[in-house]
Nanobody
Framework: QVQLVESGGGLVQAGGSLRLSCAASGRTLSSYVMGWFRQAPGKEREFVVSKRWSDGNTYYADSVKGRFTISRDAAKNTMYLQMNSLKPEDTAVYYC?????????????????WGKGTLVTVSS
């Protein structure tokens, strides 16, 4: 099993940047396909990005492509989501996710482990 804890959310103005962190404990991140989802108020949780560390295959949602970047620090067993050029529509709770399914992109129904989320609010 793996435990996931997100941090780094907050309030930012449109056009600004934030970096979210997902600290993992229990097992190494490289054991899983990892990713981020988000859930805006009144909406379903949606896919943002997923990455398979073994070969680097990465999928981004069209809505964040070119603005968000997923990365990791293997030594810290921590994954990051760098978010640039933020828009008010990026406002959501962001969840770190891990799956043992070796299929990309990650889908919500195949997530084995979720973090508790961190809130990102982008003001206009």
């Amino acid at each position: 099993q793996v435990q996931l804890v997100e941090s780094g959310g907050g309030l930012v103005q449109a056009g600004g940047s934030l970096r979210l962190s997902c600290a993992a404990s229990g097992r190494t991140l490289s054991s899983y396909v990892m990713g981020w989802f988000r859930q805006a108020p009144g909406k379903e949780r949606e896919f943002v990005v997923s990455k398979r560390w073994s070969d680097g295959n990465t999928y981004y949602a069209d809505s964040v492509k070119g603005r968000f970047t997923i990365s990791r620090d293997a030594a810290k067993n921590t994954m990051y989501l760098q978010m640039n050029s933020l828009k008010p529509e990026d406002t959501a709770v962001y969840y770190c996710a891990a799956t043992t399914w070796d299929i990309l992109p990650m889908t919500r129904d195949r997530v084995n482990y979720w973090g508790k989320g961190t809130l990102v609010t982008v003001s206009s």
